[in-house]
C-alpha cells in the first residue's frame, strides 16, 4: 500500500517537474514574454477578438513574442488596469478609459464625449489626419505607456430596472456610468457609480445600482443584463467608442524595429476587426434581448432631447480644463465641427 502511495507520489512529481520544464522550454523559445490585459471575461465575444490580437503577434512575430491573455478578473481589475501597464504588471492593455479619468483625462476624452461624431470615417480622420495620434501619444508618453492603433466600438445606451418615460425618470437613479458618461448623468439628476463590468450583473439584481451604461449593446447582451433590468433608453450617451491598446514604454523599447512594426500591423488588424465585427455583434445583440424582453424607451419628446443635448454641452469645456492634453484634443475637436 505505502509503495503505491509512493510510487504515485513520485509520478505526479515526476509529471509536475516535467511540465515546469516545458513551461521554461516554451518561454525560452520567446525572446519577449508579455502579458495582455483586458475588460471582459473568457468567452464574450470582445474576449475571442482580444485573443486574435494576441494570436496575431505570435503568429507575426514567428513566436518571438509570446502574449499571455488576462481576461477580466484575472489578476488585475478594471480599475488598475492603466496602472498595471505603467508598472510594468502587465505588458500591454486594452484599458477603458472612463475607468481612469482621475489618471489620464485626456483618456475620457479619447473615447468619445457626449455630442461628438458617431461617424467612422470623421474618427478615423480626427485621430490619424488632425493629430490626434501625436497628443495621444505624448498624452500617454507622459505616463510611461506607448500608445497603438485605437478602435471604435458602437454607441453608448443606458438599461434601467424601470422604464424611462422622461428625462425627469433619471432623477435618483443610482446608474453604473464611469468618466463622462457619470457627469452626463449627474446632470439629468441621476447618481453615477463607478463599476467593474464583471459587477454590473449583480449589482443590478440585488439593487445596489438600478440602471447601467454598457460600453455598448453588446456588453449588455453579453452579460445577461437584461434578465435583471429590461428598459433601453433611446437615445445613447455617445455615438461611438475610441479605445486604445496601450503597452508599458520600457517593453516597447526593449523591442527591435522589426517587431514593434509586427505589433502595430496586429493593432491596427485588430481595430478593422472590432469596427467589422461589432457592427454585427450589435443588431444581433439587439435582437436577441429583445427575444428575451428587452423593452425600449417611448420616443423622447423635444423637449426631452433638448435637455439631453443640454446635459452634455458643459463637459467639453470642463474636460477642455483638466490638463494640457485634453485641451488639445478639444481645440483639434472644435476646429472639426
Not at 480644463?321 to 465641427?337: C, G, P, Y
Request: neutral net charge; aromatic residues 8%.
Amino acid at each position: 500500500m505505502l509503495t503505491g502511495i509512493k510510487k504515485k507520489l513520485f509520478a505526479s512529481a515526476m509529471a509536475l517537474a516535467m511540465g515546469v520544464s516545458t513551461f521554461a522550454i516554451n518561454a525560452d523559445a520567446a525572446e519577449f514574454n508579455w502579458r495582455f490585459s483586458n475588460l471582459y471575461g473568457r468567452g464574450t465575444a470582445f474576449g475571442e477578438v482580444y485573443e486574435s490580437l494576441a494570436k496575431n503577434i505570435e503568429e507575426g512575430s514567428n513566436g518571438r513574442i509570446k502574449v499571455q491573455v488576462l481576461f477580466s478578473g484575472e489578476g488585475v481589475g478594471t480599475s488598475g488596469l492603466l496602472g498595471a501597464v505603467k508598472s510594468g504588471l502587465v505588458t500591454m492593455g486594452a484599458p477603458f478609459q472612463s475607468m481612469h479619468a482621475g489618471e489620464l483625462p485626456a483618456g475620457v476624452v479619447e473615447i468619445g464625449l457626449p455630442g461628438g461624431t458617431d461617424d467612422p470615417a470623421k474618427l478615423q480622420d480626427l485621430f490619424h489626419n488632425q493629430g490626434w495620434d501625436k497628443i495621444l501619444t505624448k498624452a500617454y508618453g507622459s505616463q510611461g505607456m506607448t500608445w497603438l492603433e485605437p478602435y471604435i466600438q458602437p454607441a453608448v445606451y443606458v438599461l434601467t430596472k424601470t422604464p424611462i418615460n422622461s428625462i425627469e425618470d433619471f432623477k435618483g437613479l443610482k446608474i453604473r456610468a464611469p468618466g463622462a458618461y457619470g457627469k452626463f448623468l449627474r446632470n439629468l439628476g441621476a447618481s453615477p457609480v463607478s463599476l467593474a463590468w464583471s459587477e454590473i450583473y449583480t449589482s443590478l439584481a440585488t439593487g445596489v445600482i438600478d440602471g447601467s451604461i454598457g460600453s455598448n449593446m453588446i456588453d449588455h447582451r453579453d452579460g445577461n443584463h437584461v434578465e435583471v433590468a429590461k428598459y433601453m433608453y433611446k437615445l445613447p450617451l455617445a455615438g461611438a467608442q475610441v479605445l486604445p491598446i496601450v503597452v508599458n514604454r520600457n517593453a516597447w523599447n526593449k523591442l527591435p524595429d522589426d517587431l514593434k512594426d509586427v505589433v502595430r500591423k496586429a493593432t491596427e488588424k485588430h481595430a478593422e476587426d472590432q469596427l467589422r465585427l461589432s457592427r454585427q455583434w450589435e443588431a444581433e445583440a439587439v435582437k436577441e434581448m429583445e427575444a428575451k424582453g428587452l423593452k425600449w424607451s417611448p420616443e423622447p419628446s423635444e423637449a426631452d432631447r433638448a435637455a439631453w443635448a443640454k446635459a452634455g454641452a458643459g463637459l467639453w469645456d470642463e474636460y477642455a480644463a483638466k490638463d494640457k492634453f485634453s485641451k488639445e484634443l478639444i481645440d483639434v475637436l472644435r476646429a472639426q465641427k
